[in-house]
């Protein structure tokens, strides 16, 4: 199974290569038109700040990964972003699902316009579950940095408070899902959009602590 693999990965570096990281991060790549690769530095910029903070030893060069490509089980995190539609294919929803069933991790982050439709994706991967707005006492909130208010509010958007949603699958949290918060965006270098340094250090703050718990559960 992917979990019990990737508790081994976290302890060591490919054999034939001891100076190759032997994490990396995967961006999903989706249909439906929805610019599934907004935010192009972001995951680079969050695993070097997971290297520093949590002493793990990620890949900066992340991959980009089909929703229904078999190289998605390479992969213990998954990031996915976008503005717009989401569509996932019946085999598509069954690969991710297969994938998250077997420990694998996804963390969806609404880029302003995508929550109408991950909504219904996510419903395609997992019809029997619902998203459910995690409380503020959830492990991911109190990983390394402590986040008692949850999400912090990286971007306006629509002026709402952050939401962060998850898909429990048999107890474990399968998917993350990030509404009204855009840590995305505040992973990005600095000049992109020049957010004020505490508000893109509490974005990588969070997105270590979702690295964190995904890589503990």
Sequence with gaps: MIQSILGVLLLITLPFNAEEPSLRFALLKYNGGGDWYANPTSLTNLATFCNTSLGTDINPDYATVEVG????????????????????????????????????????????GMDPYIRVALKQVFPELTLVELPFEHEIYHQKFKFPNGLPKIHEHDGKAPQGYGLIYEGRLVVFYTYECDLGDGWE?????????????????????????????
């Design 69 to 112: 490509s078999a190289d998605l089980f390479n992969y213990s995190f998954v990031h996915m972003t976008g503005h717009g539609n989401v569509v996932f294919s019946p085999a598509e929803a069954e690969n991710l699902r297969n994938y998250l069933i077997g420990g694998g991790f996804l963390h969806a982050d609404d880029n302003y």
């Design 189 to 217: 270098d600095p000049e992109v959009h020049k957010d004020p340094p505490d508000v893109r250090s509490k974005a990588l703050q969070m997105g270590a602590n979702i690295v964190s718990y995904a890589f503990k559960n």
